[in-house]
């Protein structure tokens, strides 16, 4: 089966995605209050709610890439260097990363050169099986959470104002929901309002808050974290970081401090080290990835503000270059904005009515 | 800094043709591609990269009049042309009302910076423009946003109009103004709260907030390693609040800064300031010309001068002066020059704005700290005033007593004297007119 059809079949209910589509989202909330759903449907409505949320919040973003490479088919009917350099600046205006936008161009060119193909029509399909494919090809990290059954450590590292504390907020008060206790080290002591942003969070979702005072090491912040949470028991313990532009040396030093003071505790944590990123940065955040991966080894990126009109596409990039995945999406300011990333969804929502499309012309 | 990584690889696809003495239209069509690729590379938009890339083939296809100026260096002269061009010509002022308060209202997506933004902002109008500021917390929305805003007017010592996150930005606005006009403070900077582009309920409180406040002036705050999608954003918040200009914000990163490119070129709105730090002064008016050359690595000795005269008292600078035709310069004053060089920022950033700096190998490896300079000064604060004043005192023991007392070498402290004897002699030279005067612009112009 190839790529394609086990997408297709992984959405296959696909009547209903319309239904979902067509509907408010408090619409599915009305019907959840009739009182009559059983449990089972409840679980199957919110796994359809989560690709419904992953569709709402790429809708955007779909139909202006949709619209695009159907344009792109109308008016490069001829597969020619003018061809493949359109695609290469629909690609990009995705801010799918540089230099993986050359590599798939150059392996279309070659697939194209070796199957003789002439009409751009018959290259539509590949392009979003390539595409698939580079996320897919460099898997040596996993994509799920590296949760313990004691202690789970997660350092939370970024530029500045990419969504760091927020993102925080929102990881909390999923695990909080899942019946874990949380805690949260307040590491950024160096923003005005930081620590009480965090504060405020912890609040809201009833997640204990570690601090001291702003200008404080942050490094002795989350030892004491560390410390604290192993004394207490608690799940898991989440440490905010202060925004920090990647080629600033001293305060990269500092991230690997931090690191290195809570190794000294648990030589096996921090569990997860996430990368924030904001969507709507372009090929800079490949720069990012490298630079944070060097001295803190990520396991894995958040994605924030995915509701916007940014597609994100240099997480395409980061996997291909760098094999680290997305975990997290974050596609709104709500406290339950935040979805788990699946790399099939994710692609689908970019891709789905193209490949609606296609298969429907293969089923012919 | 940012745009290096534009300008090193704009640079050496220059630096290949400028030797050229006939360009054919295939050298342009090539070099051409490589252009495009690298503004791509370096997210400017790609509809501002096609349009770019048209103007320039079509002009450069068009030379071999001019006699000055091999071809090659013809078409160079042309991308700087279009480059300027592109992004936007002089520097704008910010718009001032006629009668105060002035009103300046900023706007962004979350996380650009605008919190930072308004304090650093502040604090500029009242350093140059002697304005008496204040700033309104309107972000009711992010958690501690208010605070951040406080802490910030404290540190700055720059009075905040705050109502909670109780009370609609709106009223909060209104009763800013109002406070504003009581108090006789002349300029008022607006924090809003960071929202999506495409967020109808907010962008409409936007609108409000503009019709109650009528500012003179609508920065739309950009994160400068925005991607495609800032063309998107600046048009959105342009199309509805008809912004007056752009704050490029986090150029200190290592990103090429194509946003900067196509949001003037959008928007037809000029950028106004760049934010090149954390700390609170580290907000500086945008000059394109200036930044076009920084890019295409001509250097950009203008803002060097500007930092200076900024920084540097002149009282002190011509009493400096008289001492050198005097003869009479000593470690103090050395110790005191220091003292200024310092305030001019980070050695490496100063050094990376010199022309032909970039196309030192290596140079942007070194990470000058001013920690020399801190040893140096260590050195000489280390001696008495009258050591200070005739070094020629110093014996062995004395220069013993200073290499313990600052905690250096004895080498270092007779490197230093060495050099300090030099640095006289050359001065000397420089003042009587005896030695080759260098102008220090000789330099400039097209580096090729």
Redesign the interface.
């Given at each position: 089966m190839s790529l394609f059809n086990r997408l297709k079949k992984k959405f296959s209910g696909k009547h209903t995605d319309e239904e979902i589509e067509n509907k408010e989202s408090d619409e599915l909330i009305d019907e959840l209050d009739d009182g009559l759903i059983s449990l089972e449907e409840f679980e199957e409505w919110e796994q359809e709610q989560i690709g419904y949320k992953f569709r709402m919040g790429l809708e955007?973003s779909r139909e202006r890439f949709q619209a695009q490479i159907n344009q792109l088919m109308a008016t490069h009917r001829t597969v020619d260097e003018d061809f493949f350099e359109a695609l290469?600046?629909v690609l990009?205006?995705?801010?799918v990363g540089?230099n993986t936008v050359m590599e798939l161009t150059d392996e279309l060119r070659d697939y194209a050169k070796l199957k003789n193909i002439t009409e751009t029509v018959d290259l539509k399909e590949v392009i979003v099986e390539k595409m698939i494919e580079i996320y897919e090809r460099n898997n040596h990290i996993s994509e799920e959470m590296n949760m313990q059954d004691d202690l789970t450590v997660i350092l939370v590292v970024g530029?500045?104002?990419?969504?760091k504390t927020t993102s925080i907020g929102k990881i909390a008060h999923r695990y909080v929901k899942e019946g874990k206790s949380v805690m949260l080290a307040a590491g950024d002591t160096?923003?005005?309002?930081?620590i009480?942003?965090l504060?405020?969070?912890g609040d809201r979702v009833g997640a204990d808050v570690i601090k001291q005072s702003?200008g404080s090491d942050p490094a002795a912040v989350v030892f004491d974290a560390v410390n604290a949470a192993k004394r207490r028991g608690t799940d898991v313990l989440i440490c905010d970081t202060a925004g920090r532009?990647?080629?600033?040396?001293n305060l990269m030093k500092e991230l690997e401090k931090i690191k290195n003071v809570i190794k000294k505790v648990d030589e096996n944590a921090p569990h997860e080290v996430l990368l924030v990123l904001?969507a709507?940065?372009?090929?800079?955040?490949l720069?990012q990835a490298k630079a944070f991966n060097e001295v803190t080894e990520i396991t894995g990126i958040v994605l924030t503000?995915l509701?916007?009109?940014?597609?994100g596409g240099?997480v395409l990039a980061i996997k291909n270059e760098l094999g680290i995945p997305v975990k997290f999406v974050g596609l709104g300011?709500k406290i339950d904005d935040l979805e788990v990333f699946s790399a099939e969804n994710y692609v689908y929502g970019l891709f789905s009515d193209m490949i609606d499309e296609t298969s429907e012309e293969n089923d012919e | 800094m940012a745009f290096e990584g534009l300008g090193g690889r704009l640079q050496g696809i220059m630096d290949r043709i400028k030797g050229k003495g006939k360009v054919t239209e295939q050298d342009i069509k090539e070099m051409m591609r490589e252009v495009r690729?690298a503004l791509?590379?370096?997210?400017v938009?790609?509809k501002v990269v096609?349009q770019f890339i048209k103007d320039v083939s079509e002009r450069a296809n068009g030379v071999d009049v001019m006699k000055s100026l091999t071809p090659g260096q013809q078409v160079i002269k042309i991308v700087q042309e279009e480059l300027t061009n592109l992004m936007g010509g002089e520097n704008s002022k910010i718009n001032m009302s006629q009668k105060p308060p002035t009103v300046i209202m900023m706007v962004g997506?979350?996380?650009?910076?605008k919190t930072t933004t308004a304090g650093k902002l502040a604090l500029l109008l009242r350093k140059s423009h002697n304005k008496k500021p204040m700033l309104i917390a309107g972000d009711i929305?992010?958690?501690?946003?208010?605070?951040?805003?406080?802490?910030?007017g404290k540190?700055l010592d720059i009075p905040v109009y705050s109502m909670g996150d109780k009370e609609k930005v709106e009223t909060i606005v209104e009763n800013g103004l109002k406070y504003a006009r009581e108090n006789h403070l002349d300029t008022v900077i607006i924090d809003t709260a960071g929202r999506?582009?495409?967020d109808e309920d907010l962008m409409n409180e936007l609108k409000n907030v503009k019709e109650i406040a009528k500012p003179n002036e609508i920065m739309l705050v950009v994160?400068s390693?925005?991607?495609?999608?800032?063309v998107?954003?600046a048009e959105s918040f342009n199309d509805l609040l008809d912004i007056t200009g752009v704050t490029l914000?986090?150029l200190?990163?290592?990103?090429?800064g194509?946003?900067a490119l196509s949001i003037r070129s959008v928007t037809e709105k000029p950028i106004k300031f760049i934010g090149v730090s954390?700390k609170m002064d580290g907000l500086e008016p945008f000059h394109p010309e200036r930044m076009a050359s920084r890019i295409l690595g001509m250097g950009d000795i203008l803002s060097i001068i500007e930092k200076a005269q900024m920084n540097v008292d002149l009282e002190d600078q011509a009493e400096l002066e008289q001492k050198l035709k005097e003869n009479t310069f000593t470690l103090d004053d050395f110790l005191a020059q220091m003292d200024q060089v310092k305030t001019l920022g980070p050695l490496d950033e100063l050094i990376k704005m010199m022309p032909g700096a970039n196309k030192i190998k290596g140079l942007d490896k070194v990470?000058m700290s001013g920690k020399e300079i801190d040893h140096v000064q260590a050195i000489i604060r280390s001696m008495t005033m009258e050591e200070r004043e005739k070094p020629e005192k110093l014996n062995i023991s004395r220069k013993r007593r200073i290499a313990a007392g600052s905690g250096r070498s004895l080498q270092e402290v007779n490197r230093l004297l060495k050099q300090f004897n030099e640095m006289k002699k050359m001065m000397k030279q420089f003042t009587n007119g005896k030695g080759k005067k260098k102008n220090p612009f000789s330099g400039m112009g097209l580096p090729f």
């Open positions: 955007k290469e600046e990009i205006s995705a801010d540089f530029v500045n104002g990419v969504g160096f923003r005005a309002g930081a009480n942003q504060q405020v969070w702003e532009l990647q080629n600033k040396g904001d709507t940065t372009g090929q800079n955040a720069s503000k509701d916007g009109t940014a597609k240099i300011e | 690729l791509l590379e370096a997210d938009n790609f096609r997506l979350q996380g650009a910076g929305y992010r958690p501690a946003a208010i605070d951040q805003l406080e802490t910030i540190q999506l582009h495409i994160d390693m925005t991607g495609q999608d800032a998107n954003v914000t986090k200190d990163g290592d990103t090429r194509g946003a954390e990470k």
